[in-house]
Each structure stands twice: as C-alpha cells, then as structure tokens.
C-alpha cells in the first residue's frame, strides 16, 4: 500500500492486474510528467525470467546559503518492510507540494532497495541473501553493487535507512557515524512518537539501548563506504512491523521531515559535525 497525495488514504499500487506485486507498479505514482523530481535508472539485471532495475530520485531544494547538503534515503532494503518504500514515495510528493523542507538539501532517494524481495513478501532477495548484510564485504548481488556504487560517488552528508522490526513494539534508530548523529537522532524520534510508541527497552535487537538509541550496527549493513572522511551522519530508523502501516508511513514522515531540519539548525549553529 502508499498513500496518494491527494486522498491521504492508502492504496495498494505493488499489484498488478493478475493480482501479483510488481515492484514497477509500487513506483509508479514517481513516474509522472512534469515531475520535480530527476529519476535515473542505475542498472539493470534479471532473476530468471524476470527483470529488475534499481530507481534514484533527486530532489534539489531551495538555496540556503553555502553548499548544498547531499542526503542519501533509502528503504526496501528487506523487501517485506514496506512502510519504508511507501513513506519514501510519499516523502517525494511531499517535496513536491513543499519544497522548503528540502531548503539547503539535495536528496537522493531510492525508494525501493530490494525489488524482487518486495514482489516475493521476503526479507531477503530472491538469492536468498540478506541485503542488509552484505555491503562493504565484496558481495556479487547487483543490489549491493549498485548502491556501493552511488554511496561511494555521491560521498552523502547524511545517510537515512527505513526499516521495520518484526520483534519490537516500538519506534527506535540506530546512530551511527558522526558525532552529531544521537542530535539528530532523538529529536526526530520524539516527532515520531506522535503516532507511535518508543521501544525504551535496555536491549533492543540484541544490542544495547538507551531510550531507543543504538550506537552499533550490523557487520554489512548498508552505510557510508568504510574510507569515507569525514563520516557522515548514519540513521537507521526502524518502525514496529506488526503496527498499522498507515501510522507506520506516517511515524516514517514525522522521522524525516525533523531529522533533516535538525541537521540543517545544527549545521546553522556551526555543531562539530
């Protein structure tokens, strides 16, 4: 399901006709003329039968003096997490219809991370791999490859990943790279906890919490290239699964919207980031 613009209800368009999801389908409120918007097609490659592409979205914002902040989202990274790739392309229109919340931003969005995982319902892709495990490690699946490829080129001022966790009942992020991250982190949880609860609990996904902050990552989840001077600002904001997914949309909006105005004001301040 994503939600339309104009009605604010969620509908389902990752169906096709014969009743099967299709990652193009899931897309298609982006493909639009006249859109703000740049999409690019970063590769293509085939499973089977079937073919797959990777999508990215370029918003450039308002000028806010200085150079421009380069911001990489990214969702439907596990392809059965899919508030993440409703909000993201949600997140465009919203652009779209209010630029300002882009001032001083390019934003790079890539909607959907993990299309034949997304058709199949799966967390994994259709190679039976985790995506969320194998960046930085050498990996062959083109998913991978492609993503490292843009990460690396594009050196993000900030990386934002949308999950969901099937084992939590609460909103929480991990805060990784920079500094300044955990200060961008907490204000944008408490704009999500608008309609949904936080997981303050001292141990969330087997790492340590505290009041829904995790300083660690997984070993090959997807983040800023292992070279890459200085860090940038890395967030992983993770939606409980079994929640309602409208809210679970909603909870992923509220996160972006404060996490990129946090950043813009922290960077305003001259924070050490």
């Not at 740049?38 to 806010?64: C, H, I, K, M």
């Not at 791999?129 to 699946?141: Q, Y």
């Amino acid at each position: 399901m994503v939600s339309t613009p104009k009605s604010g209800k969620l509908i389902d368009p990752g169906r096709s006709g014969s009743g099967r999801k299709n990652f193009r389908d899931a897309l298609a409120p982006l493909q639009k003329n006249k859109r703000p918007w740049l999409p690019a097609t970063l590769g293509n490659w085939a499973v089977g039968s079937d073919g797959y592409a990777l999508e990215q979205y370029l918003f450039v914002g308002p000028r806010s003096g200085g150079d421009y902040i380069r911001v990489g989202i990214f969702a439907g990274v596990h392809g059965d997490e899919t508030a993440g790739i409703f909000a993201a392309v949600r997140f465009l229109h919203e652009l779209a219809e209010n630029p300002e919340i882009a001032r001083g931003y390019e934003i790079y969005v890539y909607p959907l991370c993990n299309p034949s995982g997304f058709e199949d319902g799966t967390r994994h892709s259709r190679s039976g791999r985790d995506l969320n495990r194998e960046f930085w490690t050498g990996s062959r699946e083109p998913e991978v490859q492609l993503l490292e490829r843009q990460i690396r080129t594009l050196r993000f001022d900030g990386i934002i990943s949308l999950h969901a966790d099937n084992e939590s009942e609460g909103l929480y992020a991990f805060a990784l790279g920079a500094q300044v991250t955990q200060h961008v982190v907490e204000p944008a949880l408490r704009a999500a906890e608008r309609v949904l609860p936080r997981n303050c609990d001292p141990t969330i996904d087997n790492f340590t919490a505290r009041n829904g902050l995790i300083r660690k990552g997984y070993p090959g989840m997807l983040c800023a290239a292992p070279e890459a001077r200085p860090r940038p600002f890395e967030i992983v904001f993770e939606t409980p699964h079994g929640a309602d997914l409208e809210k679970q949309v909603e909870a992923n909006l509220l996160f972006l919207r404060q996490a990129l105005e946090q950043y813009l004001q922290l960077q305003a301040v001259g924070q050490d980031l």
